[in-house]
C-alpha cells in the first residue's frame, strides 16, 4: 500500500539525460514488489454517494488511477459561468468522505476530461483553461506535482514504479488542455445512421488538427525512449475503439498514426492503454496495430455514471457492462514470463471481466 511503498519520492532530474529530463519530469517510486496492483475508474459525481471507494479499497491497490471527470459542474438550475460550477462540485467533492477515505489510503494519480475541465468535449478553445487547472491541481496533486504540472501545455505528468526489470511507466497525458475541435458530422448523416449510437463527431484528415499540442508531443516521445517493461498509457478517451462518433482518438487519425509511428520508431515494449469517458466498460483489441504487436485497451467508466446503450466498436473482446464500474490491471513479475491480468469490476466489486495478456507478447516481432 501507498504508505509503506512511498510511491512518489522524489523528482529525478538529474539520472536522465539532460533533453529528456528537462522535458519530462517523472515522479518516481522506490517499490518493486512481486505483483503490482494498478486500479483505474473514471467519471465520479459528487452529488451522487459513492461505495465504489470501499470496493476498490478492499482490492488492495497500489495506486489508483482517476482517468477523467473527476467532478461534474454543479449548475444546480442556473446559468452559473462554468468556473463558478466547477469551484460548487469541487468544494462539494471535499465533503464526500468516502472519497477522502480512499485518498487517505490509497496514492491517487488523476487526469480530467470534458466535465471537470471546462464542459463537454471542450479543448484548447476553453477561455478559462488556466484557472480550471488550478483549480484540478490543488484538489488532486500533492504541492510539489502541482509545480510541475503547472504547464502552459497541458497536466500531463509521467509516473515510474519498480526497479529494472520491473519498471512500469504510468504515462498520462493530458488530451484537453491543446486539443483541436471536433469535426461535426453533417445532420443529414447523422439523421441516416439513426439511433444507433453515433456520436455528433468525424475523423478529419486536417493536419493542423492535434490532440497534445507540439510541447507535449517532445514529452511524450521522450518518456517513450526511456527504459520501462510496461507502459500503462492513460487516455482519458478511447483510443483503439474505431467510429463511435464519439470523442476519440480515431476523430484525429493522424494524430493516432503519429503515436503508433511511435510506438515502432523507438521499439517501445510493453504498450497497454487504460481509458475512460464513456460511461460503460469494455475491453478492445486491436490485433493489427502495425507496431509490431496486439494493442490492447481496457475502459473503465463510471464510477458513479453508466449509460445503457454502449455504442459500436468492432475492436470490443465480449461485451460491454453499461453499469457502474472500476477496472484493475495486476502485473505478476514473479511468474516465469510476466503477465498482466486486467479486469472489470461492478460498483460491488464482483468481476465481470478477466482479460490476462503475457508481457512477452507485447514485444515486437518483426
Ligand atoms: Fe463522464
Redesign the pocket.
Known amino acids: 500500500m501507498f504508505s509503506r511503498r512511498q510511491l512518489v519520492t522524489s523528482i529525478l532530474g538529474t539520472l536522465a539525460t539532460r533533453t529528456v529530463a528537462a522535458s519530462v519530469d517523472p515522479f518516481l517510486s522506490s517499490a518493486g514488489d512481486d505483483i503490482f496492483r494498478i486500479a483505474f475508474g473514471?467519471?465520479v459525481s459528487q452529488r451522487r454517494s459513492q461505495p465504489v471507494w470501499a470496493s476498490i479499497t478492499a482490492k488492495k491497490p497500489d495506486v489508483f488511477l482517476m482517468m477523467g471527470?473527476g467532478v461534474y459542474p454543479e449548475h444546480e438550475g442556473e446559468d452559473l459561468p462554468v468556473l463558478e460550477s466547477l469551484e460548487r462540485a469541487y468544494k462539494h467533492a471535499r465533503t464526500r468522505s468516502e472519497l477522502r477515505k480512499f485518498r487517505d489510503i490509497v496514492k491517487t494519480i488523476a487526469i480530467w476530461?470534458d466535465?471537470d475541465y471546462g464542459g463537454s468535449d471542450i479543448g484548447a478553445s476553453f477561455e478559462h483553461r488556466c484557472r480550471s487547472r488550478e483549480l484540478f491541481l490543488e484538489f488532486w496533486a500533492d504541492p510539489k506535482e502541482a509545480k510541475i504540472r503547472r504547464r502552459d501545455s497541458g497536466i500531463y505528468g509521467l509516473w515510474e514504479f519498480g526497479e529494472a526489470g520491473r519498471r512500469t511507466q504510468v504515462i498520462v497525458p493530458d488530451l484537453r488542455f491543446c486539443r483541436s475541435e471536433w469535426a461535426q458530422t453533417e445532420h443529414s448523416v447523422r439523421a441516416a445512421l439513426g439511433d444507433n449510437g453515433f456520436g455528433p463527431y468525424k475523423p478529419t484528415l486536417d493536419s493542423g488538427a492535434t490532440m497534445l499540442g507540439d510541447a507535449q508531443w517532445r514529452w511524450l516521445e521522450a518518456c517513450l525512449r526511456r527504459p520501462a517493461e510496461l507502459r500503462v498509457f492513460l487516455s482519458s478517451i478511447q483510443f483503439v475503439p474505431e467510429g463511435r462518433g464519439w470523442e476519440s482518438w480515431s476523430n484525429f487519425p493522424l494524430e493516432k498514426q503519429r503515436l503508433l509511428n511511435s510506438l515502432r520508431e523507438y521499439d517501445v515494449d510493453g504498450f497497454f492503454i487504460l481509458s475512460g469517458?464513456t460511461?460503460y466498460a469494455e475491453i478492445s483489441l486491436r490485433e493489427n496495430s502495425g507496431v509490431g504487436y496486439p494493442l490492447w485497451e481496457a475502459t473503465s467508466?463510471?464510477l458513479t455514471?453508466s449509460w445503457p446503450t454502449p455504442g459500436p466498436n468492432p475492436n470490443r473482446v465480449g461485451d460491454a457492462y453499461p453499469r457502474t464500474n472500476f477496472g484493475m490491471l495486476t502485473v505478476n513479475w514473479l511468474s516465469d514470463e510476466p503477465i498482466l491480468v486486467a479486469e472489470i469490476f461492478a460498483e460491488d466489486g464482483a468481476r465481470l471481466r478477466q482479460q490476462a495478456v503475457l508481457l512477452s507478447s507485447l514485444r515486437s516481432t518483426n
Open positions: 473514471s467519471c471527470d476530461d466535465n469517458d460511461h467508466s463510471g455514471e
